[in-house]
Every structure is written in structure tokens, then in C-alpha cells.
């Protein structure tokens, strides 16, 4: 008997022969798949603590940043009110002057067509009058003219502490983002 008859005898030796072939495959299938469903699980686990980590990192920085965005909302609010308040003296402070004019005043027709004509910046310009007075008189006007512009000062006022909002917010979140 030679190599090639032992060989085949292996293959062709019987049941038993074929049975222990079985078993090694059985096993080595065992393995690919215990080997495969060990890696799934791995894999998962460790998907899940980069998750948490990231998840980690997001919750600090957002706590990071409201706390910076927490002052800045005083800092901003406090500015804004403080301003608005002055503008309010300050109205006040001009319509007590105001006060103290003589009232004899009248305004003609003329200065109240252009007045309105500069209120109203879409419309055409009123028909010419004809120089007589409007019954408005000049402090009632400069009383009203003085509240407009207090109105305009305080719209300003807010714009402007919107907009040191928005440049700090972000200022914040850079501040934050450099950290890491």
C-alpha cells in the first residue's frame, strides 16, 4: 500500500472516518461562528461606550457654555435695561423742560404737511397749504417729536443688545470648541 491508498482509505475508510470529519467541521464551524458572534458583540460594546463618550463630551460642553451664555444673558439684559432707563430720564428730564416754554407758539400748516411728509417717507407729498396755522402748537409738537425719538432710542438700545448677544453666544461656543 502506498501514500495514495492510505490517503484515500482516510477519505473512503468507512464511517467512522466520515463521522470524524464531521466533528472537525462541526467544531471548526463552531468557531467561525462563535469567533463571528463574539466580534458582533464586541463591536457593539464598543460602539456603545464611543457613543457615551461623545454623548460625555456633548453634555460638558453644553454645560460649558450655559454657563458662559448664563452670564452672558445678565451682562446683556443688565446693559439693555440700563440703557432704556436713561433714555426714559432722559425723555422725561426734556418734556420737564418742555414745560417750562412759553406756549404761544403755533405751528403753520406748512411745517405740519412737511413733518408728516417726513413721517410717511412712501406717500407723495401732500397738496401745498396755504400758510395758515395748524392749531398744533410748538411744544405740543416738540413734546411728540421728543417721545419719537425716545421710542427710536429704545429700539436701538435693543437691537444693539440683541446683536452683543448674538457676537458673545458666539464668542461662547468658540471659547468652548478651543477647549477640547
Avoid: P
Avoid at 461562528?33 to 466580534?39: A, D, M, Q
Avoid at 454645560?63 to 436713561?86: C, D, S, Y
Avoid at 404737511?113 to 396755522?133: A, E, H, K, V
Amino acid at each position: 500500500m502506498g501514500i495514495l491508498s492510505s490517503v484515500t482509505s482516510v477519505f473512503t475508510g468507512g464511517q467512522s472516518t466520515l463521522y470524524k470529519w464531521l466533528a472537525i467541521g462541526g467544531v471548526l464551524l463552531a468557531l467561525l461562528v462563535g469567533s463571528f458572534l463574539y466580534g458582533l458583540h464586541y463591536g457593539n460594546l464598543q460602539s456603545k461606550t464611543t457613543i457615551a463618550n461623545y454623548a460625555d463630551q456633548r453634555d460638558k460642553a453644553l454645560l460649558a457654555i450655559q454657563a458662559l451664555q448664563n452670564n452672558t444673558n445678565v451682562k446683556v439684559v443688565t446693559k439693555f435695561v440700563t440703557r432704556t432707563q436713561v433714555i426714559h430720564d432722559h425723555n422725561e428730564q426734556i418734556k420737564d423742560d418742555i414745560g417750562k416754554l412759553a406756549d404761544s407758539v403755533q405751528l403753520s400748516a406748512d411745517w405740519l404737511r412737511i413733518y408728516n411728509d417726513s413721517i410717511d417717507q412712501l406717500s407723495s407729498t401732500s397738496s401745498q397749504s396755504d400758510g395758515t396755522t395748524s392749531g398744533i402748537k410748538a411744544t405740543e409738537a416738540i413734546s411728540g417729536i421728543t417721545d419719537n425719538n425716545a421710542t427710536c432710542l429704545s429700539y436701538k438700545a435693543q437691537l444693539e443688545a440683541f446683536q452683543d448677544w448674538q457676537r458673545q453666544t458666539q464668542a461662547n461656543i468658540k471659547a468652548v470648541q478651543k477647549k477640547k
